[in-house]
Protein backbone atom coordinates (compact mmCIF):
# COMPACT_ATOMS: atom_id res chain seq x y z
CA UNK A 1 0.00 0.00 0.00
CA UNK A 2 1.44 2.67 -1.29
CA UNK A 3 2.69 5.58 1.82
CA UNK A 4 2.11 3.06 4.51
CA UNK A 5 5.47 1.50 6.59
CA UNK A 6 4.61 -1.81 6.21
CA UNK A 7 5.84 -5.20 7.93
CA UNK A 8 5.01 -8.17 6.75
CA UNK A 9 6.62 -10.40 9.65
CA UNK A 10 9.92 -11.35 7.54
CA UNK A 11 12.99 -9.52 8.42
CA UNK A 12 13.32 -6.80 5.93
CA UNK A 13 9.50 -6.63 5.72
CA UNK A 14 9.25 -3.19 6.88
CA UNK A 15 9.75 -0.48 4.70
CA UNK A 16 8.94 3.07 3.52
CA UNK A 17 7.50 4.05 0.54
CA UNK A 18 6.10 7.18 -1.30
CA UNK A 19 7.11 10.52 -0.26
CA UNK A 20 5.83 10.42 3.00
CA UNK A 21 5.65 7.05 4.99
CA UNK A 22 2.56 6.95 7.04
CA UNK A 23 2.53 4.76 10.19
CA UNK A 24 -0.73 3.04 11.08
CA UNK A 25 -4.05 3.46 10.43
CA UNK A 26 -7.38 3.26 11.34
CA UNK A 27 -9.81 4.67 13.95
CA UNK A 28 -11.17 4.53 17.72
CA UNK A 29 -13.06 6.13 20.39
CA UNK A 30 -10.52 8.40 22.36
CA UNK A 31 -8.70 6.30 24.83
CA UNK A 32 -10.02 8.54 27.52
CA UNK A 33 -13.71 7.36 26.98
CA UNK A 34 -12.25 3.28 26.02
CA UNK A 35 -12.78 1.50 29.43
CA UNK A 36 -10.71 -1.39 27.77
CA UNK A 37 -7.72 0.77 27.86
CA UNK A 38 -8.41 1.88 30.57
CA UNK A 39 -8.30 -1.33 32.67
CA UNK A 40 -5.22 -1.56 31.38
CA UNK A 41 -3.76 1.50 32.74
CA UNK A 42 -5.45 1.25 36.21
CA UNK A 43 -3.70 -2.53 36.07
CA UNK A 44 -0.75 -0.94 34.92
CA UNK A 45 -0.33 1.75 37.31
CA UNK A 46 -1.10 -0.44 40.41
CA UNK A 47 1.61 -3.35 39.63
CA UNK A 48 3.86 0.13 39.27
CA UNK A 49 3.04 1.40 42.85
CA UNK A 50 3.23 -2.55 43.93
CA UNK A 51 6.97 -2.54 42.73
CA UNK A 52 7.80 0.35 44.49
CA UNK A 53 6.26 -0.60 47.95
CA UNK A 54 7.97 -3.95 47.27
CA UNK A 55 11.66 -3.16 46.05
CA UNK A 56 11.76 -0.97 49.58
CA UNK A 57 10.39 -3.03 51.85
CA UNK A 58 13.17 -5.77 50.34
CA UNK A 59 15.71 -3.44 51.36
CA UNK A 60 14.88 -2.23 54.56
CA UNK A 61 14.02 -6.19 55.40
CA UNK A 62 17.63 -6.89 53.85
CA UNK A 63 18.87 -3.95 56.56
CA UNK A 64 17.37 -5.53 59.67
CA UNK A 65 18.98 -9.14 59.01
CA UNK A 66 22.34 -8.75 57.17
CA UNK A 67 24.96 -5.77 56.97
CA UNK A 68 25.82 -3.18 53.74
CA UNK A 69 27.10 -5.53 51.72
CA UNK A 70 24.79 -8.15 51.42
CA UNK A 71 21.83 -5.80 51.70
CA UNK A 72 23.37 -4.27 48.57
CA UNK A 73 23.38 -7.84 46.93
CA UNK A 74 20.39 -8.75 47.94
CA UNK A 75 19.05 -5.03 45.71
CA UNK A 76 20.91 -6.02 42.91
CA UNK A 77 20.10 -9.45 42.25
CA UNK A 78 17.08 -9.71 40.85
CA UNK A 79 18.65 -7.21 37.91
CA UNK A 80 20.39 -10.31 36.91
CA UNK A 81 18.12 -12.64 35.56
CA UNK A 82 16.04 -9.49 34.19
CA UNK A 83 18.83 -8.02 32.08
CA UNK A 84 20.18 -11.87 31.37
CA UNK A 85 16.30 -13.32 30.45
CA UNK A 86 14.88 -9.95 28.91
CA UNK A 87 15.04 -10.68 25.27
CA UNK A 88 13.82 -14.33 25.68
CA UNK A 89 10.53 -12.88 27.56
CA UNK A 90 9.86 -11.22 24.25
CA UNK A 91 10.14 -14.68 22.81
CA UNK A 92 7.67 -16.07 25.41
CA UNK A 93 5.06 -13.24 24.88
CA UNK A 94 5.08 -13.59 21.08
CA UNK A 95 4.77 -17.97 21.38
CA UNK A 96 2.19 -17.39 23.70
CA UNK A 97 0.51 -14.00 23.57
CA UNK A 98 1.47 -11.15 25.46
CA UNK A 99 -2.52 -10.95 27.90
CA UNK A 100 -1.48 -14.37 28.91
CA UNK A 101 2.25 -13.54 30.26
CA UNK A 102 1.29 -10.45 31.72
CA UNK A 103 -1.41 -12.20 33.80
CA UNK A 104 0.63 -14.95 34.25
CA UNK A 105 3.59 -13.12 35.41
CA UNK A 106 1.20 -10.62 37.92
CA UNK A 107 -0.40 -13.70 39.53
CA UNK A 108 2.98 -15.41 40.32
CA UNK A 109 4.44 -11.86 41.69
CA UNK A 110 1.32 -11.24 43.73
CA UNK A 111 1.51 -15.10 45.63
CA UNK A 112 5.32 -14.78 46.17
CA UNK A 113 4.90 -11.30 47.92
CA UNK A 114 2.10 -12.40 50.10
CA UNK A 115 4.32 -15.70 50.72
CA UNK A 116 6.64 -13.23 51.96
CA UNK A 117 4.78 -10.93 53.63
CA UNK A 118 2.93 -13.79 55.48
CA UNK A 119 7.05 -15.14 56.35
CA UNK A 120 7.70 -11.50 57.57
CA UNK A 121 4.89 -11.73 59.66
CA UNK A 122 5.48 -14.89 61.68
CA UNK A 123 9.32 -14.59 61.71
CA UNK A 124 12.07 -12.43 60.28
CA UNK A 125 13.22 -13.86 57.06
CA UNK A 126 16.43 -14.81 56.22
CA UNK A 127 18.67 -13.31 53.66
CA UNK A 128 18.39 -16.89 51.41
CA UNK A 129 14.61 -16.05 51.61
CA UNK A 130 15.35 -12.58 50.48
CA UNK A 131 17.95 -13.31 47.47
CA UNK A 132 15.17 -16.21 46.06
CA UNK A 133 12.37 -13.46 46.32
CA UNK A 134 14.64 -10.98 44.69
CA UNK A 135 15.85 -13.37 41.83
CA UNK A 136 12.20 -15.20 41.26
CA UNK A 137 10.97 -11.34 41.03
CA UNK A 138 13.65 -10.54 38.20
CA UNK A 139 12.69 -13.72 36.63
CA UNK A 140 9.12 -12.44 36.04
CA UNK A 141 10.01 -8.76 35.16
CA UNK A 142 11.89 -10.36 32.54
CA UNK A 143 8.71 -11.88 31.48
CA UNK A 144 6.23 -8.87 32.74
CA UNK A 145 7.99 -6.07 30.95
CA UNK A 146 8.20 -6.97 27.31
CA UNK A 147 4.38 -8.52 27.27
CA UNK A 148 3.39 -5.25 28.69
CA UNK A 149 5.08 -3.42 26.53
CA UNK A 150 3.62 -5.52 23.49
CA UNK A 151 0.06 -4.69 24.85
CA UNK A 152 -1.38 -1.69 24.00
CA UNK A 153 -1.16 -1.95 19.68
CA UNK A 154 -3.91 -5.04 21.04
CA UNK A 155 -6.18 -2.87 22.71
CA UNK A 156 -6.25 0.17 21.22
CA UNK A 157 -6.67 1.74 17.56
CA UNK A 158 -3.53 2.34 15.72
CA UNK A 159 -4.39 5.80 15.83
CA UNK A 160 -4.68 6.21 19.59
CA UNK A 161 -1.61 4.75 20.31
CA UNK A 162 0.67 7.90 21.09
CA UNK A 163 -2.20 9.36 23.56
CA UNK A 164 -1.81 5.55 24.87
CA UNK A 165 2.01 5.99 25.32
CA UNK A 166 0.99 9.39 26.98
CA UNK A 167 -1.21 8.08 29.36
CA UNK A 168 1.34 4.75 30.35
CA UNK A 169 3.73 7.96 30.74
CA UNK A 170 1.45 9.53 33.30
CA UNK A 171 0.94 6.22 35.13
CA UNK A 172 5.31 5.60 35.29
CA UNK A 173 5.48 8.98 36.57
CA UNK A 174 2.79 8.35 39.59
CA UNK A 175 3.91 5.36 40.00
CA UNK A 176 7.65 5.66 40.55
CA UNK A 177 5.86 8.79 43.19
CA UNK A 178 3.43 6.98 45.34
CA UNK A 179 5.68 3.57 45.75
CA UNK A 180 8.27 4.98 48.31
CA UNK A 181 5.54 6.75 50.44
CA UNK A 182 3.10 4.09 50.42
CA UNK A 183 6.03 1.67 51.48
CA UNK A 184 6.93 4.14 54.07
CA UNK A 185 3.40 4.37 55.77
CA UNK A 186 2.81 0.75 55.20
CA UNK A 187 6.35 -0.12 56.98
CA UNK A 188 5.40 2.56 59.73
CA UNK A 189 2.18 0.90 60.98
CA UNK A 190 3.24 -2.59 60.59
CA UNK A 191 6.86 -3.65 59.76
CA UNK A 192 7.99 -4.91 56.37
CA UNK A 193 5.45 -7.59 56.47
CA UNK A 194 2.46 -4.71 56.48
CA UNK A 195 4.47 -3.62 53.30
CA UNK A 196 4.84 -6.54 51.66
CA UNK A 197 1.37 -7.28 52.43
CA UNK A 198 0.24 -4.07 50.38
CA UNK A 199 2.35 -4.55 47.70
CA UNK A 200 0.69 -8.26 47.30
CA UNK A 201 -2.60 -6.40 47.22
CA UNK A 202 -1.73 -4.21 44.68
CA UNK A 203 -0.53 -6.80 42.46
CA UNK A 204 -3.70 -8.67 42.78
CA UNK A 205 -5.82 -5.94 42.24
CA UNK A 206 -3.42 -5.31 38.82
CA UNK A 207 -4.13 -8.63 38.20
CA UNK A 208 -8.15 -8.28 38.64
CA UNK A 209 -8.08 -5.32 36.44
CA UNK A 210 -5.68 -7.19 33.61
CA UNK A 211 -8.07 -10.20 33.86
CA UNK A 212 -10.96 -7.74 32.63
CA UNK A 213 -8.85 -6.66 29.39
CA UNK A 214 -10.31 -7.40 26.03
CA UNK A 215 -8.52 -7.38 22.94
CA UNK A 216 -9.99 -5.20 20.96
CA UNK A 217 -11.26 -6.26 17.64
CA UNK A 218 -10.68 -2.15 16.50
CA UNK A 219 -6.90 -2.48 17.24
CA UNK A 220 -6.51 -4.16 13.79
CA UNK A 221 -5.00 -7.41 13.34
CA UNK A 222 -3.64 -9.04 16.05
CA UNK A 223 -1.62 -12.20 15.90
CA UNK A 224 -3.12 -15.45 17.43
CA UNK A 225 -0.48 -16.70 19.65
CA UNK A 226 2.48 -19.10 18.03
CA UNK A 227 1.92 -22.35 20.08
CA UNK A 228 2.29 -24.96 17.64
CA UNK A 229 5.61 -22.66 16.37
CA UNK A 230 8.13 -25.45 14.92
CA UNK A 231 11.09 -22.88 15.70
CA UNK A 232 13.00 -23.34 18.68
CA UNK A 233 12.99 -20.62 21.06
CA UNK A 234 16.83 -19.23 19.97
CA UNK A 235 15.69 -19.51 16.14
CA UNK A 236 12.75 -17.21 17.46
CA UNK A 237 15.38 -14.80 19.19
CA UNK A 238 17.33 -14.59 15.99
CA UNK A 239 14.36 -14.22 13.65
CA UNK A 240 13.33 -11.43 15.88
CA UNK A 241 16.26 -9.37 16.35
CA UNK A 242 16.96 -10.06 12.05
CA UNK A 243 13.49 -8.39 11.69
CA UNK A 244 14.06 -5.20 13.94
CA UNK A 245 17.78 -5.40 11.86
CA UNK A 246 15.52 -5.45 8.41
CA UNK A 247 13.50 -3.12 8.86
CA UNK A 248 13.91 0.03 7.51
CA UNK A 249 11.66 2.28 10.25
CA UNK A 250 12.36 0.05 13.51
CA UNK A 251 15.91 -0.91 12.97
CA UNK A 252 17.12 2.82 13.25
CA UNK A 253 14.66 3.61 16.09
CA UNK A 254 15.51 0.92 18.32
CA UNK A 255 19.16 1.60 17.55
CA UNK A 256 19.13 5.35 17.80
CA UNK A 257 16.98 4.75 21.24
CA UNK A 258 19.80 2.39 22.66
CA UNK A 259 22.42 5.03 21.39
CA UNK A 260 20.13 7.52 23.48
CA UNK A 261 20.04 5.30 26.57
CA UNK A 262 23.82 4.64 27.02
CA UNK A 263 24.76 8.05 26.37
CA UNK A 264 22.04 9.60 29.15
CA UNK A 265 21.51 7.16 31.50
CA UNK A 266 25.03 7.34 33.32
CA UNK A 267 25.08 11.06 33.24
CA UNK A 268 21.62 11.29 34.54
CA UNK A 269 21.90 8.96 37.77
CA UNK A 270 25.88 9.16 38.80
CA UNK A 271 26.91 12.11 36.84
CA UNK A 272 24.32 14.88 38.40
CA UNK A 273 25.83 13.49 42.00
CA UNK A 274 29.02 13.92 40.97
CA UNK A 275 27.85 17.58 39.55
CA UNK A 276 26.20 18.84 42.54
CA UNK A 277 29.33 17.49 44.28
CA UNK A 278 31.82 19.62 42.39
CA UNK A 279 29.71 22.63 42.03
CA UNK A 280 28.19 22.50 45.73
CA UNK A 281 24.71 21.83 45.28
CA UNK A 282 24.25 18.93 47.61
CA UNK A 283 21.72 16.23 47.83
CA UNK A 284 18.96 18.91 47.07
CA UNK A 285 20.19 19.58 43.87
CA UNK A 286 19.87 16.46 42.80
CA UNK A 287 16.88 16.35 44.23
CA UNK A 288 15.80 19.57 42.15
CA UNK A 289 17.16 18.39 39.22
CA UNK A 290 15.41 15.46 39.48
CA UNK A 291 12.51 16.47 39.90
CA UNK A 292 12.31 19.20 36.97
CA UNK A 293 13.09 16.77 34.63
CA UNK A 294 10.09 14.76 35.96
CA UNK A 295 7.59 17.68 35.69
CA UNK A 296 9.01 17.95 32.07
CA UNK A 297 8.01 14.42 31.62
CA UNK A 298 5.01 15.06 33.03
CA UNK A 299 4.20 17.62 30.96
CA UNK A 300 5.47 15.81 27.79
CA UNK A 301 2.70 13.02 28.87
CA UNK A 302 -0.41 15.20 28.99
CA UNK A 303 0.97 16.85 25.43
CA UNK A 304 0.64 13.71 24.18
CA UNK A 305 -2.60 12.88 25.51
CA UNK A 306 -4.13 16.21 24.48
CA UNK A 307 -2.73 17.67 21.22
CA UNK A 308 -4.71 16.20 18.03
CA UNK A 309 -1.69 14.91 16.22
CA UNK A 310 1.83 15.16 15.34
CA UNK A 311 2.56 16.32 11.77
CA UNK A 312 5.86 14.51 10.65
CA UNK A 313 6.22 12.42 13.27
CA UNK A 314 9.49 10.66 12.42
CA UNK A 315 11.26 14.32 11.62
CA UNK A 316 9.83 15.56 15.21
CA UNK A 317 11.18 12.71 17.07
CA UNK A 318 14.62 13.00 15.70
CA UNK A 319 14.52 17.24 16.19
CA UNK A 320 13.02 16.38 19.73
CA UNK A 321 16.20 13.90 20.20
CA UNK A 322 18.85 16.64 19.02
CA UNK A 323 17.52 19.04 21.70
CA UNK A 324 17.03 16.76 24.21
CA UNK A 325 20.91 15.49 24.17
CA UNK A 326 21.93 19.27 23.97
CA UNK A 327 19.81 19.84 27.16
CA UNK A 328 21.58 16.96 29.02
CA UNK A 329 25.10 17.89 27.93
CA UNK A 330 24.12 21.99 28.46
CA UNK A 331 23.46 20.47 32.50
CA UNK A 332 26.90 20.18 32.99
CA UNK A 333 27.52 23.42 31.62
CA UNK A 334 24.79 25.62 33.82
CA UNK A 335 26.40 28.26 35.57
CA UNK A 336 23.97 27.64 38.75
CA UNK A 337 21.25 25.67 39.92
CA UNK A 338 18.40 27.58 38.94
CA UNK A 339 19.41 27.79 35.62
CA UNK A 340 20.53 23.78 35.76
CA UNK A 341 16.42 23.15 36.82
CA UNK A 342 15.36 25.13 34.05
CA UNK A 343 17.52 23.14 31.60
CA UNK A 344 16.42 20.27 33.67
CA UNK A 345 12.63 20.69 32.85
CA UNK A 346 12.67 21.43 29.55
CA UNK A 347 14.81 18.36 28.46
CA UNK A 348 12.67 16.29 30.12
CA UNK A 349 9.80 17.66 28.06
CA UNK A 350 11.12 17.49 24.47
CA UNK A 351 12.97 13.95 25.78
CA UNK A 352 9.10 12.60 27.01
CA UNK A 353 7.83 13.40 23.50
CA UNK A 354 10.71 11.58 21.97
CA UNK A 355 10.40 8.74 23.52
CA UNK A 356 6.35 8.85 23.08
CA UNK A 357 6.89 9.26 19.04
CA UNK A 358 9.51 6.35 18.82
CA UNK A 359 7.40 3.96 20.64
CA UNK A 360 4.46 4.58 18.76
CA UNK A 361 6.15 4.76 15.40
CA UNK A 362 7.66 1.63 16.40
CA UNK A 363 4.67 -0.60 17.62
CA UNK A 364 1.90 0.64 14.68
CA UNK A 365 5.02 -0.35 12.31
CA UNK A 366 5.81 -3.93 13.81
CA UNK A 367 4.19 -7.06 12.57
CA UNK A 368 1.92 -8.29 15.07
CA UNK A 369 3.68 -11.26 15.60
CA UNK A 370 7.02 -9.92 16.51
CA UNK A 371 5.49 -7.14 19.26
CA UNK A 372 6.72 -9.16 22.08
CA UNK A 373 10.51 -9.22 21.18
CA UNK A 374 10.21 -5.88 19.31
CA UNK A 375 9.58 -4.78 23.21
CA UNK A 376 11.90 -6.89 24.91
CA UNK A 377 14.87 -5.10 23.06
CA UNK A 378 13.64 -1.87 23.23
CA UNK A 379 13.15 -2.39 27.32
CA UNK A 380 16.71 -4.70 27.32
CA UNK A 381 18.48 -1.34 26.17
CA UNK A 382 17.49 0.23 29.12
CA UNK A 383 17.34 -2.38 31.71
CA UNK A 384 19.79 -4.42 30.85
CA UNK A 385 22.41 -2.48 28.87
CA UNK A 386 22.45 0.88 29.98
CA UNK A 387 23.63 0.25 33.18
CA UNK A 388 26.46 -1.21 31.94
CA UNK A 389 27.83 2.49 31.32
CA UNK A 390 27.94 3.26 34.84
CA UNK A 391 31.38 2.03 35.66
CA UNK A 392 32.35 3.43 32.73
CA UNK A 393 31.50 6.46 33.48
CA UNK A 394 33.02 6.80 36.93
CA UNK A 395 36.34 5.66 35.88
CA UNK A 396 36.47 8.04 33.18
CA UNK A 397 35.30 10.33 35.43
CA UNK A 398 37.94 9.61 37.97
CA UNK A 399 40.78 9.85 34.84
CA UNK A 400 39.54 13.17 32.90
CA UNK A 401 37.06 14.75 35.28
CA UNK A 402 32.98 15.15 35.35
CA UNK A 403 32.32 17.51 32.46
CA UNK A 404 34.09 15.90 29.29
CA UNK A 405 32.22 12.55 30.13
CA UNK A 406 29.52 14.03 30.69
CA UNK A 407 29.47 15.76 27.47
CA UNK A 408 30.73 12.59 25.88
CA UNK A 409 27.40 11.10 26.89
CA UNK A 410 25.40 13.33 25.44
CA UNK A 411 27.22 13.28 22.21
CA UNK A 412 26.46 9.48 22.22
CA UNK A 413 23.09 10.07 22.50
CA UNK A 414 23.43 13.09 19.58
CA UNK A 415 24.74 10.32 17.31
CA UNK A 416 21.51 8.50 18.37
CA UNK A 417 19.59 11.37 16.60
CA UNK A 418 22.02 11.04 13.57
CA UNK A 419 21.09 7.43 12.93
CA UNK A 420 16.90 8.62 12.83
CA UNK A 421 18.24 11.66 10.62
CA UNK A 422 19.58 9.55 8.13
CA UNK A 423 16.80 6.99 7.96
CA UNK A 424 14.81 8.02 5.32
CA UNK A 425 12.13 5.95 6.96
CA UNK A 426 12.27 7.43 10.06
CA UNK A 427 12.42 11.14 8.02
CA UNK A 428 8.96 10.48 6.03
CA UNK A 429 7.33 8.75 8.99
CA UNK A 430 3.79 9.49 10.29
CA UNK A 431 1.52 8.80 12.03
CA UNK A 432 -2.40 8.28 11.54
CA UNK A 433 -4.54 9.81 14.36
CA UNK A 434 -8.24 9.27 15.58
Not at 147 to 161: C, E, K, S, T
Not at 310 to 334: D, E, H, K
Not at 340 to 359: D, F, M, Y
Not at 361 to 383: E, N
Request: aromatic letters at 6%; glycine letters at 16%.
Amino acid sequence: MNGNVKGNGEAGGGTATGAGARVGAGAGRSVWRDANVLRWLAAYGSSLVGDGVYFLALGWAAAQTAGPAEVGLVMAVGAVPRALLMLGGGVVADRFGPRLVVISSDAVRCAVILGLALLAALTSPGLWALVLVALVFGVVDALFMPAVGALPPRIAARGQLVRVQGLRSLAERVGHTAGPPVAGLAMGLGGPAAAFGVASALFGLSLVLLLAVRISPSAGPAAAPDWGSSETPWQQLRSGIGYIRGHGLIGPLVLSGALSQLGTSAPMTLGLILVAGDRGWGPAGVGWIVGGMGVGAAASALLLTLIPRFPRAGAVQNLTLIVGSAGIGALVLAPNLAVAVALAVLTGLVCGICGGLAVALIQTATDPAYLGRVSSVMAFTAVGLAPLAYPVFGFAAGLWGVTPVFLAGAAVSMAGAIVGTCAPAVRRAELAFA
